[in-house]
């Protein structure tokens, strides 16, 4: 108690020093200076606040936050480098123009046109089984959003089809009434790519202009109208390769796309989906936390957990196998690699086919056959088809680790996150079934479709797993901090709010205030945890909202941990017992997750 004393009398006697002291340490640490804060003020006006804190999140890497209401001097120093960053932070997002948080019809744009793109990518998968993806011969991205209008406008895109490889090689039998089917599917797949385009590029250009969304957002935006462009080209570049003569000839193939530019077309509508879905939930996330920031406070807390860390990476390789996966069956429709080996789960005699097939010296374009391997992986149609077996097999089997692993670490798994991954469960079975009767039954239209949808359905569910085990970001915590300041003043509640971020893992906050005397807080052991539990106190921050930190104190080169909890609510004399100063400690390691 006798440092307590000092420390309080060193605040109240000598400011001036202490603004200095942080100014220099601050100044040097981050390159800034920080004028925005008032310390004289808020070290005078101490004695009237008292600690009323509230459980936030791990403040090792991102964020420690509370209430406080007539605190005690000992926490001063912590309270004026909280202020200093938050005040900091707060004039940084006043200078720019933009807001720090998107409108909310952007996250339901995102949303919104996602629905269109999962539709487009059934539409392509349609119109690739019925061989319909060839009958437009022409690129022409305005003018091409008219369908023949008449008879005679009929006949002369029908005679432009005649002149491609595909009518002279395929389908020299087709008249006229069999290609207005085919070419209808081809331009209802053009159309509904101008639609997305339309529909997104649009809004996203008024949002922008209006700064209707953050900075970040805006880039993100940009980007995925980048993408949209970009697969226009894609599309027909991937159409192209079926037209083109030469390239059909240097190929060895027959009047088909290629598998590459069939595959690079699906991963980049799979990438727009994934953009739009990840973008428009953070959108939405940010709202979601004005609305009820307590509520969000706990969650950030539960997703900042160290256990989480390990979890969080296996489902983010999780997400890159289904990709790869889908990426593999682009090669196996690409190829028709589904119309052999239809028996599961032998391919022919034997489960694997023969050393001599998988790596077939045909496919090889070289004399010294250095392409022999990768050409074989990527051409070769029973190579093909045995790497989306065991892709698909892998993705089930992760998919089934990763929710028995789930059921572990159940409690500090966010409920939106454990939801989405049983649903996985679900739709991962659904598709391997799918994948074996498309197999089985000679690749039907419609199963073969469905298949495809199944496997956008899966990297949905995954990237939702993901996205709600995805650590707040900084714009998060600002707008969570805003809105509790919100929400204290509507309160009527006489409440201080304070935040830091750290940008350096274990950076020491260190203040000299004597020659004998120094404060050293270490960020790891500044934490909150919800029903901390010590010899016989039991803090729970439900039952006891005054619960505000741990933190490592050096007095004259002893250490010693101290619980900061208000005494209305506990009996400090019990941390004052030398005799529970080791207990104390180990407690404390426990808190600060080590």
């Known amino acids: 108690m006798v440092f307590f004393a000092r420390t309080q009398m060193f605040f109240t006697r000598n400011p001036v020093l202490l603004q200095s002291r942080f100014t220099n340490f601050f100044t040097k640490s981050t390159s800034k200076r920080l004028s925005t804060f008032d310390f004289v003020k808020s070290i005078r006006s101490a004695n009237s606040v008292r600690t009323a804190g509230i459980p936030v999140s791990n403040v090792s890497k991102y964020f420690a936050a509370g209430f406080t209401q007539q605190s005690r001097q000992f926490s001063t120093a912590s309270r004026l480098y909280n202020g200093v960053e938050a005040s900091t932070a707060a004039a940084n997002i006043r200078k720019s123009s933009w807001p720090a948080n998107s409108h909310k019809a952007v996250g339901y744009l995102c949303i919104g046109t996602s629905v269109l793109v999962f539709a487009i990518v059934v539409l392509g998968g349609l119109t690739r089984l019925t061989e319909s993806g060839l009958s437009i011969t022409e690129w ?49 797949h053009r159309l509904l790519g101008r639609i997305i385009g339309m529909v997104f590029v649009l809004p996203t250009l008024y949002f922008i202009a209006r700064k209707k969304v953050s900075l970040r957002t805006s880039a993100k935006l940009l980007g995925i109208c980048g993408l949209i462009g970009l697969q226009g080209a894609i599309g027909w570049w991937m159409v192209y390769s079926g037209i083109d003569s030469e390239l059909l000839e240097e190929r060895r193939s027959k009047p088909t796309v290629s598998q590459y530019r069939l595959a690079t077309h699906l991963g980049a509508a799979f990438l727009v989906y994934c953009a739009m879905i990840s973008t428009g939930f953070s959108v939405l996330r940010n709202q979601w936390i004005m609305k009820n920031p307590q509520e969000y406070a706990k969650y950030f807390q539960q997703i900042q957990s160290k256990s989480l860390s390990k979890f969080r990476f296996f489902n983010k390789g999780l997400l890159g196998i289904v990709f790869l996966t889908a990426m593999s069956g682009a090669f196996v429709a690409g190829l028709d690699a589904g119309l052999i080996y239809n028996t599961f789960p032998e391919m022919g005699e034997n489960y694997i086919p023969s050393f001599h097939e998988l790596f077939d010296p045909v496919h090889s374009r070289l004399k010294d056959q250095s392409d022999l391997w990768w050409r074989n992986m990527l051409e070769n149609q029973a190579t093909v088809q045995l790497e989306h077996r065991i892709l698909a097999t892998t993705t089930a089997i992760l998919v089934f680790a990763t929710h028995m692993y789930s059921h572990k670490i159940k409690t500090i798994i966010p409920r939106p996150a454990y939801k989405w991954l049983n649903i996985s469960m679900g739709v991962v079975t659904m598709q391997y079934i799918l994948g074996m009767c498309t197999l089985l039954y000679l690749v039907p239209t419609d199963l073969a479709a469905t298949h495809q949808a199944g496997a956008l359905t899966l990297l949905t569910t995954v990237l939702l797993v993901v996205n709600n085990l995805k650590k707040p970001s900084r714009a998060n915590m600002l707008i969570l901090k805003k809105s509790l300041e919100e929400t204290a003043k509507k309160s009527g509640a006489n409440m201080l709010f304070f935040s830091f971020f750290k940008t350096l893992v274990d950076q020491e906050i260190t ?29 729970d921050t439900e039952k006891y909202p005054h619960f505000i930190a741990v933190k490592n104190l050096f007095l004259r080169g002893t250490n010693i941990r101290y619980i900061h909890i208000n005494p209305a609510c506990v009996d400090t004399n019990l941390l004052q017992d030398a005799s529970r100063r080791e207990a104390m400690a180990s407690a404390g390691e426990k808190i600060a997750g080590r």
């Open 511 to 539: 203040v000299d205030l004597k020659s004998d005397i120094k404060i050293t807080g270490t960020l790891k052991s500044v934490d909150q945890y919800l029903n901390l539990k010590l010899d016989n106190i039991q803090v």
């Open 140 to 188: 022409k991205p305005v003018t091409g959003a008219l369908p023949p209008m008449n008879e005679q406008d009929w006949i002369e895109e029908f005679e432009k089809y005649k002149d491609s490889p595909e009518f002279k090689l395929l389908n020299s039998d087709m008249d006229l009434e069999d290609f207005k089917f085919i070419y209808s599917m081809e331009w209802s």
